[in-house]
């Protein structure tokens, strides 16, 4: 999400709402079916797969054993974060979960994905429950300190609100408001600043509420709970196509950052493997496919992946 860290009132648009209230993050499918957060799902079944890749044996070769000897990788993923990763009919789905799937083909691995909670995953993978973690996480000099990242799309921070913006909420100044967002996320730390300045200036502080999953945020926006929403811009674009537009975004993404793909610090031929597979789907084609499946903005792609780029 630049993650960072979602449903409309129930009488509005129904098929959101269960997107909301069982798990949700993609475009294409439902997100309808919960599974808990420490449940698995398997991969490439929401909503049509985009094909198979070829495996690449050079690329393969430099999987580690450990990590390839039951044949699979184990991805810890927040499964509430449309359209990047949701479930669908208890299959995890989403942008991530297409991509995540076409580097296991070309590194010749079947990929799991395992629902979490978003603020688990980082310390999941270092207690080695989990061989990845891929779950729109920014790359942030924070994070690069004790993973490795490799990187693989770009998202920024949009603001969303009712439809009409009936509480007049602008992006440079949500003193006084109620504002959900997502645990875990980069838009708490947003929040948290944003909050400071309010303060310092003598203004009403931001009446901030987080919520375990991104579902629960669109929810209390939609249920009016809230008067505002901060979460990665594919996500807020979703919500608002999901509700018709009863939701809509207000000004521009800011702080746009590339997502990446997590694993342990030194991750050696490893990350090489996981950045060669992903350079390989992004020169072949597939990469913009899987973009253009969800309907994510062009803008957001890049040409080059990269292990640890400058945050």
Known sequence: MSR????????????????????????????????????????????????????DDALAALVPAD?????????????????????????????????????????????????????????????????????????????????????YYKAGTSLGVLKGNPDGIKVDDLCGKKVAVQKGTTQVEDLD???????????PAIDITQFQAQTDVNLALTAKRVQAELADSPVVDYAVKQTNGALEVIGEPYDTAPYGIVLNKNSGDYGKAVQGALQKLIDSGA??????KWGLSSAGAVTKSEINPAS
């Open 287 to 292: 990469y913009k496919k899987i973009l253009d």
């Open 4 to 55: 960072g860290p979602q449903l409309k009132a129930l009488a509005l648009l129904p098929a959101f709402a269960l997107v909301g209230l069982t798990v949700a993050c993609g475009a294409g499918g439902s997100g309808a079916g919960n599974v808990g957060p420490t449940s698995s799902a398997t991969a490439g079944t929401g909503s049509g797969d985009v094909g198979t890749v070829a495996k």
């Open 193 to 203: 600043k944003k909050n400071a300045a309010c303060t310092g200036a003598g203004k």
């Open 67 to 151: 990590v390839k000897t039951d044949g699979k990788i184990l991805v810890g993923q927040d499964q509430s974060y449309p359209p990047n990763e949701f479930v669908d009919n208890g299959k995890a789905t989403g942008f991530d979960v297409d991509l995540g799937t076409a580097v296991g083909q070309v590194l010749g691995v079947q990929v799991e994905f395992q629902n979490s909670d978003f603020s688990g995953i980082i310390p999941g993978l270092a207690a080695k429950k989990y061989e990845m973690g891929m779950s729109s996480f920014s790359i942030t000099a924070e994070r690069l300190q004790t993973v490795d990242m490799i990187s």
